[in-house]
Each structure stands twice: as C-alpha cells, then as structure tokens.
C-alpha cells in the first residue's frame, strides 16, 4: 500500500472534468457579475436552500473531509472533537448574527460596524481583522492543496500551488459571488455524494451495523504503538488546550469573513436563517459520516496502514477508498481512489475561493473606496479594484504557500484562524449589534487586541517553538503550553471592545444604534435583491 | 443584465451610514418604542438568550469532560460505543433540534411582529423591507 508516486492519469482525468464543470459555470456567471452587488453578493437571489449547500461548500474544508478523517484514523475520539465544535458553532452563527448580518449589512463585516461607528477607523479595524484571518485560513489551505495534489495526482508541490490558486483566481476574478457561490455549491454535492457512497461500502462490510464498526477500529487499534482510542485524551492531552480550543471552535465560526459574507447573498433574513438550518443539516450529515471514513479507515487498513495514511493521516480517506473499490492496481481501487482526489480538490477550490472573494471585498469595498476615493468612485470602478485585490493577495496566497512550503500543519493553522476569527471579528460585531454605548474607540481597540494577543500568544506557543523530540512541549515560557490561543485571546477582545468604549468620551454611536437596532430586528431599510438570474 | 445599481458616485448613501444621517422619514426611535417592536424584542430575546447559555453551557460541559474526565468519557455503554460518543451525539441532536425551534419560531412569531412593528410607522410602499440605504436621493 504505498503512495502514489507516478503521474495518476486517471486522476487527472477527473479532476479535469471537474476543472471543466466550474469553468462552464465560470462562463455562465462571467456575464452577470458586473456591478457590485452581482460581483459580492451574486445580487442577492441565492436561495435559502441553495446558501445552505454554499456554506456547506464554503466552510467544509481539506482539513474537515480528509484532516479529520485523518485524525480519527489515528487518534480515534479525539479527531471527533472539531466536528463537534465545527457543527455547534452553526447555533452561535444563527442565534446571534446571521439574521442581523443581512438585515444590517451589505457586502462586508465592515458595513454592519461603520454603520453606527466612525467610518474610517471601523472600517480599516474591520479590514484588518478579515484580512489577517483570511491569510492563515487560505496560506493553510494552499498548502493542504499543494500536499494532497502532490501526493494524489503525482504532479510536484508548486505547480500543485500554482494550479489550484490560477483556477481559484478564474472563478474569482471571471465570475465573482455567483461562480464562487454554485462552485461551492457543486462541490458540497460532490463531497456528500463521494462521502456518502464511501461510507456505504464501509457500512456494508459491517452489516450496516455503527457499534460493529466501532469495535472492528478498535480491534485493529490495539497495540503499544497505536494511538488509537474511543475515548479522549490520545490527540489533546493538554486539558485546557482542549477547553481553549474548544472555545475558539465554538466562536469562530461567527468571525470568519467567507462564511459571513454569504449571508449578503440571499433575499431575506428569513432565507438568511433557512440556509443556516440547511447548512447545519449538510454539515451535521457530513461529521457523522466522516466518522464512519475514519473508523471504516482504522478498521480496514489497520495499523498497518499508518505510515502510508502520512502525517496527520490525511491519506487515510483516499487509502481507504482505494481499498474499498478492490485494492492498489485493479481498476476499481484506482478508480475510486481518482474520484475522492478530484472530491478532495473541488473542496480546496471552493474554499479558497471564498476566501479570496471576501478578502478582496475587505481591500475593495472598505479600504479603496471607502477609505481612500471616500465614495467619489463608480460602481464599476469598485469591481475592477475588486479583481486586482483578488489577484493580489491570490499571489501573495501562491507565494506564501509555496516558500511556506509543505511543512506548514493545515490544522494548526486553520484552528488558529478560527481562534483570531473569534478573537478580533466576533466581540465586536456583536458588541456594535446589541450594545448601545459601544463606540469606535472600542471597536478599533476590540480588534486590536483580539488580533494583537492571539499573534503574540501563538507566537510564544509550544508548536512554534517545539522542544527537542522527547522533551516536555513548552513554548518560550515554561508557564505558558497553550497551542490555541482562544481560551485568553477570545476575552481579550471582548475586553478591549468594553475598554475602549468606557475610556472615550464619545457618545455619538449612541444615537445611530437606534436606527441599526430596528433595522437588524426588522429588516426595515435591508439591501434588496437584484432581478432573479 | 438589469442595471439596478446606479453608476453614479455612492458617496451620499454611504457617507449617510455614518455621520449626522439625516433620519429621513423613518423616526427610528418610535418604531423601537412602539409595542410591537418591544414584543418583539421580547419574544425573542426569551428563547434566543436562555438557548445561547444552554447550547454554549452543554457544549463546555462537553468540551470540559472531554478535557479533564478521560476516564468517564471512555467508560463503555454498549461494546465499542463510549460515553464519549454518547454525549457527541447529544451535541448533534442539540443543533439540530433548537436550529428547528428557531427556525419554526421566527416564521411564526417573529416576522409578522416584525412586519407589523414597521408597518405602523410607514406608508405601505415603504414598509416592504426594500427601502432607503441604495436610493439615490430624489
């Protein structure tokens, strides 16, 4: 059972024809993005059905399909943990912003703060806290692409980098929010189905029978080198790194820019919140049976299989269905292995064309318009400065990826985007929804500290620092051994958020919060949709 | 394609979010006032807080066994499924059950409060949510 080493032309293949998929949608959506609101927010006339697949496809990653399966190959319960905080975080969403988003918002975080805030500052605060939580989530995820394509398809680690980021960069820049909204939603079918399918053929070796499967993991993962345990602790041992972690899973959904941006893509508040219900029933669906991949995984290749599932066990999935199609080198093992590759890379495209759309959105809208031609500029302008931003930070993206390299952990990274995410973006977004004398010296403070103290604390953190193998893990100071900084960053946005607003005078954000409040509860003034597509 | 945005410079509208907006002819403060809008408030404030510190509440605890009860948590209940496994379950049953209520409830009790909470402060044509911050001033 080893790797793929050579060109895997029937890979290729299907990635190619995936590849074309999203081009003829591209071509499709090319024509209509012109405006801004077509080019953000694909005019409003998404579907509370057809957002809920969106978010799915925007906020299951690499790191969710083959990194958790990976890791409850390996660790067993642990790997669970995140698909836990994953799904949960979807009440945070919905209970507390995704509603109000779209009644009070347009395109970006920044409009719901500047709209009762200082524009300037809340806005530049706000870019600041988007755009450094997209740079880790999508440097995380151009690695994880440029690794798994390596490794699947047998084309080197750059041009892997290059071709995922040259595709992402096609729908972005070609087709804005409706190509990167029906891309996202072709590839969460894809993933559901391609998942789906997988976990039946696993099912059926167990007589469709869960508890089966679960003692058949646990019998190939006994042994003195397995690390494999239906219990916690194997994956996690540091307690409260595992609470702290937890926390900014749980947060951090509700600061992530490509996930909140999509709810400025429906017609109502009322689709809003159908397609965060949607959502959690995709996801939901596809935590479940990622769990049935890991353990199907464990409970076929065994131990065994460990070294060649590589670090993190991201090759557990693609291994595993291999296996399942008939083994390495008949025609059903290469076949089905060829297909959860070409699922796996419309995953990494999806997402990170997300990202990079609201990334630009940040730089844009906020920062170009707003902040520099103050509003004097066209429509029309605002969308070409839209594609150059796009194209920058996708370069940059490619870059950093590629000088990065593969040693970077996708799930380290992720996590720690989720942890700035919950940190900078959440407190004060909530703040400026439901607190009356929140003002801009709070924002502007709440993001600075969120983003300030989680960089400060990841950078002192164990995994940085990484001890000598075999020594205890502690990061720069023996008193501190958090690996996700959530657990301190996360109330020390909040705090900065409560700080800054007590210690200004100023009262004005007092009096627009009137109009903000009606407008979030009722909808009344919301940005309509465009004509239907 | 339908050209429903104007290409002339967006600078009123925007700017308006920010500084002295004139209020135009909503009065904001009186809709805020108004029963409706303070029932409406009411209502959901009732089930969305009490539902935020449950979820928030269940999921810690989860996470804080998970951390610090490892024993507890890899107890068997049935062969090869745990306590661990058990209790994650919960979780999913969790979202999707008050995902449901709350979705249920504000088709059925927020949106008609909402809409009768603008409805009383402005004239038909307005009170479809669809007015105001894209409008070019006339």
């Known amino acids: ?533 | 394609m339908e050209e429903e945005e104007p290409l002339a410079p967006r600078g009123e509208a925007q700017a308006a979010h920010t500084e002295d907006r004139p209020a135009g002819e909503i009065d904001w403060q009186a809709i805020e006032r108004s029963p409706e809008f303070q029932e409406l408030i009411r209502r959901r404030r009732s089930f969305v807080l009490p539902g935020t510190i449950f979820f928030l509440g269940w999921y810690m605890a989860f996470i804080l066994l998970t951390a610090y009860a490892v024993d507890f948590m890899s107890e068997r209940v049935y062969q090869g499924l745990t306590v661990g496994y058990v209790l994650a379950l919960t979780q999913f049953l969790m979202v999707l059950v008050l995902g449901i209520m709350y979705l249920r409830r504000a088709d059925k009790v927020y949106d008609p409060l909402a809409r009768r909470a603008i409805a009383r402060f402005v004239d038909d044509d307005a009170a479809k949510p669809t007015t105001t911050t894209e409008e070019t001033p006339r």
């Not at chain 1, 370069?395 to 985007?417: D, E, R, T, W, Y």
């Not at chain 1, 995994?463 to 501190?480: L, S």
Request: aromatic content about 10%; charged content about 10%; hydrophobic content about 55%.
């Open chain 1, 1 to 533: 059972m080893t790797v793929l080493a050579a060109v895997n032309t029937l890979a290729i293949a299907v990635f190619s024809v995936i590849l074309a998929i999203t081009l003829v949608i591209t071509y499709w959506a090319s024509k209509r993005a012109r405006s801004t609101s077509e080019f953000y927010a694909a005019g409003r006339g998404i579907t509370g059905f057809q957002n809920g697949l969106a978010i799915s496809g925007d906020y299951l990653s690499a790191a969710s399909f083959l990194g958790i399966a990976g890791l409850i190959f390996l660790f067993g319960f642990d790997g669970f943990i995140y698909s836990i905080g994953f799904l949960v975080a979807f009440l945070t969403v919905m209970f507390l912003l995704a509603e109000r988003m779209r009644n009070a918002g347009k395109f970006t975080i920044a409009d719901v703060l500047s709209f009762r805030l200082r524009e300037r500052p809340a806005r530049v605060a706000a870019a600041l806290g988007t755009l450094t939580v997209a740079a880790f989530y999508l440097i995380a995820q151009m690695v994880g692409a440029g690794v798994l394509i390596e490794k699947l398809v047998g084309i080197n680690f750059t041009l892997s980098v290059l071709l995922t980021g040259t595709f992402m960069l096609c729908y972005v820049v070609f087709g804005g929010m409706l190509a990167t909204t029906w891309v996202q939603i072709t590839k969460a079918v894809l993933l559901m189905t391609g998942i789906f399918v997988m976990s039946v053929f696993v099912l059926e070796r167990v007589g469709f029978n869960p508890i089966e499967l679960f003692n058949q993991a646990e019998a190939q993962g006994q042994g003195k080198e397995s690390t494999f345990s239906l219990g916690p602790g194997t994956f996690l041992k540091n307690p409260i790194d595992t609470v702290s972690l937890g926390l900014a899973l749980v947060l951090g959904t509700a600061g992530l820019p490509h996930i909140l941006m999509r709810f400025f893509t429906v017609p109502d508040a009322k689709a809003a919140r159908s397609s965060v219900v949607y959502a959690m029933f995709i996801i939901g669906g596809f935590y479940i049976l990622t769990t049935f991949i890991g353990f199907g995984a464990r409970a076929v290749l065994g131990e065994g299989g460990v070294e060649a599932a590589g670090k993190g066990g991201n090759l557990a999935a693609p291994l595993l269905a291999q296996e399942l199609g008939g083994g390495e080198g008949t025609t059903g093992g290469d076949l089905f292995l060829a297909v959860i590759a070409g699922v796996a890379f419309a995953t990494i495209l999806a997402v990170v064309a997300g990202l990079v759309l609201s990334a630009s959105s940040a730089v844009a809208h906020d920062v170009w318009s707003s902040i520099i031609r103050k509003g004097q500029n066209s429509d029309r302008e605002e969308v070409i400065a839209a594609k150059i931003a796009a194209l920058t930070i996708g370069a940059i993206a490619m870059l950093a990826a590629i000088v990065g390299g593969s040693g970077l952990n996708v799930s380290f990274m992720v996590g720690l985007a989720f942890a700035i995410a919950a940190s900078a973006n959440f407190p004060a977004l909530l703040l400026a929804l439901s607190w009356p004398r929140f003002n801009t010296a709070g924002a502007v403070t709440g993001v600075l500290f969120g983003i300030g103290s989680a960089l400060v604390l990841i950078s002192i953190s164990p995994i940085v620092w990484g001890g000598p193998p075999g020594a205890p893990d502690t990061g720069a100071f023996a008193w501190y051994d958090l690996n996700n900084p959530g657990l301190i960053s996360i109330p020390m946005g909040f705090l900065g958020c409560v700080l800054g607003t007590l210690l200004s005078k100023e009262r004005g954000a007092e009096r627009s919060f009137h109009e903000l409040y009606v407008r979030s509860e009722t909808g009344l003034g919301a940005e309509k949709a465009a004509a239907k597509h």
